[in-house]
């Protein structure tokens, strides 16, 4: 089992800076791959970003386009999304979330990858 806890979220004006934070308790954090995902208001959840479980790979929705950066620190269980360059569009829940595959070998990008979800985190960018 393991306990995921968004923080970070808030809000910005275009062309802003967030950075998101997650962090994992009740596991061998290094045993899971960690993505994040966002959910806007009438929108499935969209994937974002996943980091591998030694942080090595590392796996980006093509719409990021180098504005975001996913790290992890295993030595105090975070992850950590970078965001730069907000738009509008960007609003959203941003969730954190652990995949089994740790070596990102699944489809990634597919929420039934994750088996753990942090609670999310808003992020609302305004024109």
């Known amino acids: 089992q393991v306990q995921l806890v968004d923080s970070g979220g808030g809000s910005v004006q275009t062309g802003g800076s967030l950075r998101l934070s997650c962090v994992a308790s009740?596991?061998?954090?290094?045993?899971?791959?960690m993505g994040w995902f966002r959910q806007a208001p009438g929108k499935e959840r969209e994937f974002v970003s996943a980091?591998?479980?030694?942080?090595?790979?590392?796996y980006y929705a093509g719409w990021v386009k180098g504005r975001f950066t996913i790290s992890r620190d295993n030595a105090k269980n975070t992850v950590a999304l970078e965001m730069n360059s907000l738009k509008p569009e960007d609003t959203a829940v941003y969730y954190c979330?652990?995949?089994?595959?740790?070596?990102?070998?699944?489809?990634?990008?597919?929420?039934?990858?994750?088996?753990?979800w942090g609670q999310g985190t808003q992020v609302t960018v305004s024109s």
């Open positions: 009740g596991s061998t954090f290094t045993d899971y791959g």
């Open positions: 979330a652990a995949s089994p595959k740790r070596f990102l070998e699944g489809n990634m990008n597919d929420v039934q990858e994750y088996i753990y």
């Open positions: 980091i591998s479980g030694l942080g090595g790979s590392t």
